[in-house]
T-cell receptor, first 113, second 111 residues
Framework: DSGVTQTPKHLITATGQRVTLRCSPRSGDLSVYWYQQSLDQGLQFLIQYYNGEERAKGNILERFSAQQFPDLHSELNLSSLELGDSALYFC????????????FGDGTRLSIL | EDKVVQSPLSLVVHEGDTVTLNCSYEVTNFRSLLWYKQEKKAPTFLFMLTSSGIEKKSGRLSSILDKKELFSILNITATQTGDSAVYLCAVGQTSYDKVIFGPGTSLSVIP
């Protein structure tokens, strides 16, 4: 158990909808990372927050947004969903922003019908 | 464009064999190279390498980084069926704090 909690585990929805994925980092970790993993793209970095502030941005679509709250949990919002957004979304946390070993949650599997 | 390349992409070996997984990178502002093991779900951390030539070991696994030639290897000796997984290589950057993952090497160890 990595100590990182992601909810929900599975999400099935339709095109055009909006969903929110939630992540609680390991106790004491200030940094949260979001990744998208699909079969053809591998693990893609989306965005990183450190102690409530956006720290780094990767290949995150404009339809996607994230935030980290004062209690350090984070949410990833995906809107106007398309079939291609179907993937496994991972959250990871670390104790700093300096690429320290990241501890991954079990992921949220998103299926768009 | 920053990239991380792993080879081979897939590997099947017998129990007891030794395997070497390769990771090469072209990344600006290198900070660290990390190896992860992904079984059915979440990637789990194996090693973090920041200095060239210093081997890191954990049981039957070891890894080393060559910052001049821009690559790293992950060795697994006396493989076991429990080593079957996807092994991910990732490179962390300094100025952007991003982490770039390679496509992974899928290792299957058969009895």
């Amino acid at each position: 158990d990595s100590g990182v909690t992601q909810t929900p585990k599975h999400l099935i929805t339709a095109t055009g909808q909006r969903v929110t994925l939630r992540c609680s980092p390991r106790s004491g970790d200030l940094s949260v990372y979001w990744y998208q993993q699909s079969l053809d793209q591998g693990l893609q970095f989306l965005i990183q927050y450190y102690n409530g502030e956006e720290r780094a941005k990767g290949n995150i679509l404009e339809r996607f947004s994230a935030q980290q709250f004062p209690d350090l949990h984070s949410e990833l919002n995906l809107s106007s969903l398309e079939l291609g957004d179907s993937a496994l979304y991972f959250c990871a946390s670390s104790d700093s922003y300096k690429n320290q070993p990241q501890h991954f949650g079990d992921g949220t599997r998103l299926s768009i019908l | 464009e920053d990239k991380v390349v792993q080879s081979p992409l897939s590997l099947v070996v017998h129990e007891g064999d030794t395997v070497t997984l390769n990771c090469s990178y072209e990344v600006t502002n290198f900070r660290s190279l990390l190896w992860y093991k992904q079984e059915k779900k979440a990637p789990t951390f194996l090693f973090m390498l920041t200095s060239s030539g210093i081997e890191k070991k954990s049981g039957r696994l070891s890894s080393i980084l060559d910052k001049k030639e821009l690559f790293s290897i992950l060795n697994i000796t006396a493989t076991q069926t429990g080593d079957s997984a996807v092994y991910l290589c990732a490179v962390g950057q300094t100025s952007y704090d991003k982490v770039i993952f390679g496509p992974g090497t899928s290792l299957s160890v058969i009895p």
